[in-house]
């Protein structure tokens, strides 16, 4: 281990054993070929691009980082594609894993402690929530291992993550590097929900959804057509998606000094993602932006732009709600965002909620992980949570890990945007302002959010809200070195 992890700590020895690895692979692959027979081509050059990601992830724990968003953002879109129950999803943990793996070996050959970076008290808060979730284990009140084991394995694939992030953003040209991934895909999610409504939605994607009563009536609209899950899981996952995104491009794209192309970029990113987030029909989602804008006006109240921008805001939501359109199955999704009073759905959950309260404030530690859900409902059966609808993070959460998990979670909630707002108003690196204040947006909307839907945990929406968390933590020790070195000038 030590060995190879001075092999790697350098730039022309990492050169030496990429090439003398892959062409090891070409002939021992070209050896099974031989004693095998013959071998899908597909399968063989996924076996061997999938090699290459692995050895490229140890070597460069960045690429590993990268490819742990660029997986799980496409992943589900393939799944639909080949139509296949085959488990692919563990494709994502595996690559954290493997990230981790080169993280751990790049320290070490570094000499530096496995704790580097992680004091601070969001870290702690987190930790703190991690090792409750793992004492549900023993919740007298129920809970089988198979869905324990489920939610850990997912749970600590998101830990890692941002383990693995905290290690890795070590300069501002390395959280720059996160964005411009993130937003690049957030741009292709946007564009291709666009073209599926505008071309029409590939064959694969219309026989996913008939295939299933269930998700096709949870994907119809009144108009006949279905909501846009983009490469996603489905339509609500990637409305959260969008929503949390657009906020940071119109951050960037309003405060931050660029280049032309890269506003210019801003901008139709922006456009794309905005509309698809429409074309989700995840009004969630929409409340969420509406939300997020508030918060960024609140924030920067005492400047003019922000004063234009909150007419053009004014103005955007006076058309969506007034406008004389009522044949359009897209901005009547949206409209009825807002139609609180009328809308059947959320009176359900009101009544779900007051039914299950006395069962909320008589288990403190609550019914055990996987008690909830109607997906679950057979392998809870006899359980008093058992087919319950949450629809809510929030919910699920007090419901499977008691009041006291939800105290715990809304207590790193707090946590996170007292530090990320606290930030904000302190710094004077006016790039750094701008990521502060693209973050409290971001993580904000996400943590509203949790209250309508499970929008933290989920995966890539998971590892964003993470990341950003290790980027809010990393950026703070950056300024605090800066400051320490001009001290000691």
């Known amino acids: ?22 062409p090891t692979l070409a002939i021992g692959c070209t050896y099974l070929i031989v004693k095998m027979g013959n071998i899908p081509p597909m399968l063989f050059a996924v076996g061997v691009i999938g090699m290459a990601i692995v050895i490229f992830s140890i070597v460069y724990p960045e690429f590993g980082l990268c490819m742990c968003i660029v997986i799980p953002y496409f992943l589900f879109a393939v799944i639909r594609f080949l139509n296949t129950d085959a488990p692919l999803g563990t494709a994502i943990d595996a690559m ?6 080169g993280v751990v070996i790049r320290m070490r050959a570094k000499h530096e402690p496995f704790w580097r970076d992680c004091n601070n008290l969001i870290v702690f808060i987190y930790l703190l929530v991690q ?31 941002f383990y693995c992030a905290l290690q890795i953003f070590r300069d501002i ?23 599926e409504e505008w071309i029409g939605m590939p064959k694969f994607e219309l026989n996913y959804i008939m295939s299933d009563p269930l998700r096709e009536s949870l994907s119809s609209l009144d108009n006949g057509n279905y909501r846009k899950a983009s490469f996603m899981a489905g339509p609500t996952d990637f409305g959260l998606s969008m929503t949390g995104t657009i906020i940071m491009t119109i951050i960037f794209y309003l405060r931050l000094k660029t280049s032309r192309w890269k506003r210019t970029f801003l ?29 960024y006006i609140l924030m920067t109240i005492n400047e003019k732009k922000t ?24 901005i009547n999704r949206l409209r009825s965002t807002f ?21 909320i404030y008589a288990h403190p530690i609550g019914g055990g992980i996987g008690t909830t859900g109607v997906l679950n409902l057979q392998k809870n059966i006899g359980h008093p949570l058992a087919g319950f609808p949450t629809d809510s993070g929030l919910l699920q959460i007090v419901l499977e890990q008691g009041w006291i998990g939800l105290i715990l979670t809304c207590l790193s909630y707090f946590v996170i945007l007292k530090q990320s707002v606290q930030s904000y108003f302190r710094t004077r690196n006016p790039e750094f302002k701008v990521i502060y204040l693209a973050i409290t947006g971001c993580i904000f909307g996400f943590v509203f959010a949790q209250y309508a839907q499970v929008a933290i945990g989920q995966v890539p929406n998971g590892f964003l809200f993470v990341g950003l968390m290790a980027v809010l933590i990393r950026l703070n020790d950056i300024e605090k070195k800066a400051i320490l070195e001009n001290k000691l000038k």
């Open 96 to 101: 954290v894993w493997i990230t981790f793996i």
């Open 131 to 161: 090792i409750y979730s793992i004492f549900q284990r023993v919740n007298p009140n129920g809970g089988t291992v198979e869905l324990f084991v489920a939610y850990m394995k997912r749970n600590m694939s998101i830990f890692l993550f």
């Open 173 to 195: 040209k390395s959280i720059r590097r996160f964005f411009y991934i993130w937003l690049f895909l957030s741009f292709l999610g946007g564009a291709y929900a666009c073209w």
């Open 307 to 330: 004063l234009v921008f909150s007419v053009v805001c004014a103005l955007i939501g006076a058309f969506v709600l007034f406008a004389p359109i009522y044949g359009n199955g897209t």
């Open 339 to 359: 139609q609180i009073s009328t809308d059947a759905s959320l009176q359900v959950r009101d009544v779900n909620r007051h039914f299950i309260q006395p069962y």
């Open 267 to 295: 901008l139709v990113s922006t456009i794309l993602m905005a509309i698809g987030m429409a074309y989700s029909g995840t009004r969630t989602a929409t409340f969420m932006l509406v939300l997020e804008v508030f918060l």
């Open 1 to 22: 281990m030590k060995s190879l992890a001075h092999k790697i700590s350098g730039g022309k020895r990492v050169t030496l054993i990429l090439l003398l690895l892959l």
